[in-house]
């Protein structure tokens, strides 16, 4: 049984006591494909030495999250599409609008955003989206270059039932779930009933949002096993079916 994450921060400093161990601990408990989304060029160093130590099993997204994004955002933009010249990725990402935290850059994540999407279809690559309190202003952006060829994944999805109908009919578009489905009274948990699994990929957004019994914890990737367990739980089908069909998702997402 194979488990993908397909969203998880192992660069990040909560993870600089424990790193390697934690990566291994999941790797040995069939989580053994994990995909790192970048923030900014200040975290793609860290992410390159963990694609380094587990190749193989971590691989590295490039791109500038829309919470780095800044009056310095073009500058930041320029390093991207420089790495893009001189190393694989899995995907752009992680990329989007966010506004829960901060307005004051809009119109800059918005056109942050709309040139990540052109680099990625470019260079023939997914991207991964992030759409914290911003899903329309995002589905408006994503309209604009979808050709249903585009390959995509909404990252974190905690919208209704009818938006999962609205990234699903863009074509070759996935849901993220990840630990908030495991939450009491989740949202998530009456889309992830009510969406075909095939829709579907797994993710932990570790270091963050871990999963029932850890919430308010740090995540860690093993904790995909009992983000699994629950999506079973839901569709009531085995855990080896989610995780053959949430990783082949994965696989024509990112086509590794």
């Known amino acids: 049984m194979i488990l993908t994450d397909t969203h998880t921060h192992l660069y990040s400093k909560e993870f600089d006591d424990d790193r390697s161990t934690l990566i291994e601990k999941a790797i040995n408990n069939g989580v053994t494909r994990l995909f790192m989304p970048n923030v900014d060029s200040e975290s793609i160093p860290g992410m390159f030495q963990v694609a380094k130590q587990f190749p193989g099993n971590c691989f590295p997204m490039i791109g500038l999250h829309p919470c780095s994004v800044n009056a310095k955002y073009q500058q930041e933009l320029k390093v991207m599409e420089h790495w893009l010249g001189k190393n694989n990725f899995a995907a752009i990402g992680e990329i989007g609008i966010d506004l829960y935290w901060d307005k004051t850059f809009l119109i800059q994540q918005q056109d942050a955003f709309r040139k990540q999407i052109e680099l990625a279809q470019k260079h023939n690559l997914a991207y991964v989206i992030h759409s914290r309190d911003s899903f329309n202003e995002v589905i408006e952006i994503v309209k604009e ?97 989610v995780a053959a069909i949430t990783t082949q998702n994965s696989i024509d997402i990112f086509g590794v």
Do not use: W
């Open 145 to 241: 270059y979808n050709n249903f060829s585009t390959r995509a994944i909404f990252h974190c999805f905690s919208g209704t039932v009818e938006q999962a109908q609205q990234v699903i009919e863009f074509g070759n578009f996935k849901l993220g779930i990840g630990g908030v489905v495991t939450f009491k009274n989740s949202s998530v948990a009456k889309v992830v009933e009510a969406i075909d699994l095939k829709h579907l990929v797994l993710e932990t957004d570790a270091p963050y949002l871990a999963p029932v019994p850890h919430r308010g914890k740090r995540n860690d990737p093993e904790y995909l096993m009992l983000i699994a367990k629950k999506i079973a739980e839901i569709k009531n089908v085995s855990l080896e079916e």
